[in-house]
């Protein structure tokens, strides 16, 4: 059978309340000790298996998980057991029989969980629900870590009754979403006391094996199918970017280490904007063949960038610039206080406005569909290809380029300008003859393309644009060089989406030279945020003069090895063909 749930992390400050409100509603008191069983190698682990046995009361049940469908879904196998023994026998003929008979190692105990759970169902009008909330620990060896969560698990109904009533939950008690089931910390924590298990081991080690631990989670591949749906492309893309997001957010939120230890570094609030950019990438990848989220969703989003941004700046300026403007022999100087500083990453990850911006894309990435008229019109039809082009500013079926606000340099405003100036001239032009273009309907609908052609028609055009502005990157002013960098990034982005539909010997060559684009346009972009913080500060710190010369210096030599970039890229091999 397969379970359907979320869990969310609850803040030290709100255990008593979420308690309180489930006793009150007279929620059952359970106490539960579950033992979860691998081989010395992790096999299980590596396979995406969990099995473990649990005292739940008196009884004792065997439990076997494996993923599910989506992010919320797993598969399920319960059976009743007399004590504690694991009888692997009732799996013969199921869907992982092969996945066990191919263990090498012997199976033992990695790792232990007790927790209390206070559970009661609760019914929607969407559905049924069951909330428990589990608090304890967990154990791997001589390490511990904290559980505090609640599940939210779907008994009847559909879905949306479960984020529903997660909502509610995470508006009065600030809870957090975590993606981590008990058995991966469990896994992790196993592993972390193996590695610290030697008495004699280094202090330098042991710090940096606890670092990585706690360590951010970077962007991972994502496999497409040629058989897809673009819905169903842009769902699993967007599945692993949300899951990216949530997990270096819950790091950042300190879900288990508030007051213990920071776990939220400056790589998490990274890789959170890796997959905040990853995210709006593939919505621009899949524009017009999928139902995007809400505008209100998307802008929020934004805002969250940039409050994430306001971090990473800080960051870099300390971490990189700095250090290098000390070295070239900059005299050291206090570092003037903002007057209105960012807010801090923690507090913007563990805000309730961010967590449920989460929640909602998260239960939006579970039912992505058509756009609309997309089925109607045809993947290869005219009306929606222009349409498509005029909407991304990128040039249109007939090479004629859209005005936007995407446009380098280009806005809103200036469409508008261009319209208005096109109608006065109409207006005072001799009339001329009237062309008429019209428009054929098939006796058939067209077959639709499949999801490699439409995938690297567009990242092609993308190709294109990236390449035609990188030509002449010396003479475009900072402005355009930004918009340019933002480009190469969703293209870098669109590439790896797509890469599992496309030649990987041609792809090798491409994503080194287009790394190295964005490689030098992140240092340059670095480099003119740092210039106008200097440039605020010469005023009151001569010094800051220094760093402003040698930035400018810097600035100049980049800009030759951005064109030297642009042009290698322009010699790569044709991933699209």
Known sequence: MSEQELKLHVPKASRAGVERELRQAGAERLPLHAMYFDTPDRELARARIAIRLRRE?????????????NAITRVEMNHPRPGPILDLSVYAGTEVHDALAALKGELELRYETDVMRLVRKTRTRLGTVEIAYDYGMLRAGELELPISEVEFELVSGRPSAIFA????????????????????RGDALAGLAHTLAPADQPEDARKAAIAQFWGPRPAKPVSLSPAMTPPQGLAAVAAECMDQIMRNAAML?????????????????????????????AWRLFRGWAELPPDAAQSALRTYFTAFGANRDQDVLQESIIPALVKAGMPTFPIPHEDTPPVAARDTAAGKTFQSWLLDMLEWTLDVRPAPDFEAVGQAGVAHATAEANAEGDTDIDGVQAAGKDRPGGNAADADAAATARAMAAATAPR??????????????????DLKTLLARRLRRWHKQVL???????ELDIPSRHALRKRAKRLRYGLSFAESLLPAHKMRDYRRRLAAV??????????????????????????????LGWISARQEKLTSEAQRAFDKLGRAKRFWE
Do not use: C
Not at 165 to 183: E, F, H, I, M
Not at 432 to 449: C, G, Q, S, W
Not at 524 to 547: E, G, K
């Open 468 to 474: 035609s502005e990188g030509k002449r990157f010396a």
């Open 432 to 449: 001329a003859v009237e062309i008429i273009h019209p428009t054929i309907i098939p006796l058939t609908p067209r077959e639709p393309r």
């Open 253 to 281: 939120a300190e879900v288990d280490t508030l007051d213990v230890y920071g776990a939220g570094q400056p790589e998490h609030v990274h890789q959170l904007r890796v997959g905040i950019r990853r995210l709006r990438s």
């Open 165 to 184: 009533t997660a909502r509610g939950w995470l508006s009065r008690y600030g809870l957090v979403l975590d993606p981590r089931s008990k058995s991966e």
């Open 518 to 547: 964005q490689d030098v346009l992140g240092e340059m972009n670095d480099l003119s945020v740092a210039h106008d913080l200097y440039r605020q500060w010469s005023s009151r710190h001569p010094q800051a003069w220094f760093a």
């Open 57 to 69: 009361g008196r009884k004792w049940v065997q439990t076997l998980k494996t993923p599910g469908a």
